[in-house]
């Protein structure tokens, strides 16, 4: 796979970029010479971001956006285009985890609806918002950030170490349904030459995976290495995949 939009000028939108991996997404796509808005939910912990990424000598920008509330998606897309004119690469990477104690039986539907809101419709959310700005790109991109636990095949394999991750009514059930989403994506927007992958980082020391850690899991891997996939799919070439559901080490199954 060629890559293509790390051309001087294109301008790149990742939500949840003030720490973790979105952060790392941010400082990586800017090393490739992309112009980055720096999505945060908290607009101080954004500008916080943006400073550290600037004094590195990163071109980037901070906006207000919480992908659970339509007002700010849609004032941050009014702001991108007056300042940007389009959208070439969007990264759907905020997202809500789930507490691995929660079994199904016992779940708490007003949590797990709150993790969709924020998993699934948020990314409707933005994404929508977003449409006409990335149609004015010639080479749009859009990367979900997943989870291998998003995978019914690893899920269920016996042979996957997935398959020993603690029951849980709502995350696992959020990243299927947003590969499925994806995939309707890139099914209405390949004619018109955007790119729509789903993408998982794999297990990352960030805030996300402190339960799991603390369940006993081994987290080895730098919120850096995990947001190197992601700018590899956010950056691919007119002959690269949509509708694919990668990792670090290439496709995964469904």
Not at 45 to 71: C, I, K, N
Not at 138 to 148: M, P
Request: with cysteine; glycine share 12%; charged share 20%.
């Amino acid at each position: 796979m060629t890559e293509t939009a790390t051309r001087a000028g294109a301008v790149a939108l990742v939500t949840g970029a003030n720490k973790g991996i979105g952060y790392q997404v941010a400082l990586q796509l800017a090393e490739r010479g992309l112009t980055v808005v720096v999505g945060a939910r908290d607009p101080e912990r954004g500008r916080a971001a943006a400073d550290e990424l600037l004094a590195a000598g990163a071109d980037v920008h901070p906006v207000t956006l919480d992908v659970t509330d339509p007002e700010t998606v849609r004032q941050a897309a009014g702001w991108i285009g007056e300042r940007f004119g389009r959208l070439d690469v969007l990264v759907n990477n905020a997202g809500q985890g789930d507490d691995p104690g929660h079994l199904p039986s016992a779940a708490d539907l007003d949590a797990v609806r709150g993790i969709f809101e924020t998993n699934v419709f948020g990314v409707l959310t933005v994404t929508n918002a977003l449409l006409p700005l990335l149609h004015r790109s010639a080479a749009a991109r859009i990367v979900n950030v997943s989870s291998g636990l998003g995978s019914l095949t690893m899920q269920s394999s016996p042979d996957s170490p997935l398959y020993r991750v603690p029951p849980t009514a709502a995350y696992p059930a959020s990243k299927s349904a947003l590969n499925a989403l994806t995939v309707q994506y890139a099914h209405e927007l390949r004619p018109h030459g955007i790119l729509v992958n789903a993408v998982t980082p794999g297990p990352c020391d960030t805030d996300l995976t402190r339960d799991l850690q603390d369940a006993g899991f081994q987290v080895d891997r730098t919120a850096a290495q995990g947001a190197a996939v992601i700018v590899r799919l956010a950056t691919v070439g007119p002959d690269g995949p949509s509708g694919g559901f990668f990792g670090e080490d290439g496709p995964l199954p469904w």
